[in-house]
């Protein structure tokens, strides 16, 4: 923590205190020219980046992930605020994984539960595209496992 009046990088801590947020305050002394000053500790939210299958590397995208549900769900009795709860719900489950980095199979089946859940058809839809059930069999025998 560098000190804000003379940019050393050293000081040491002289009281620690939780704000209401349950942030960490810490109050700091410079080592070098002893001016006193306070720092913040606040946990960030993450959300990892994703592994596509070519192995190429995304940031995660809200907007992005909401179309691809909502696509899914078009026609289907499923409101936007449901697409809406699903989304966030994938992102912060993604967050807790606490990883740099989630291959982008984990968001499809994450994705997948939830719809499972909410509609079979947006269900199934979205699992041909992001399981790539391309062949009759592969649809036919997850058709029946569902029913
Ligand atoms: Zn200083």
Redesign the pocket.
Known sequence: MR??????PK?KVIDTSHDSNGNIRRRRE??????RFSSYERPILATPRIVKTDNSREDFNHEKLKRGIGISCAKRPVSDADIERLTGQVEVELQKMGKFEVPSRVIGDKVMEGLKEMDEIAYMRYAIVYLKMDNLPTLRAEIDRLL
């Not at 000190?3 to 050393?8: G, V």
């Not at 410079?30 to 001016?35: A, D, G, I, K, T």
């Open positions: 000190c804000p009046y003379c940019r050393n000081s410079c080592l070098s020219c002893e001016q």
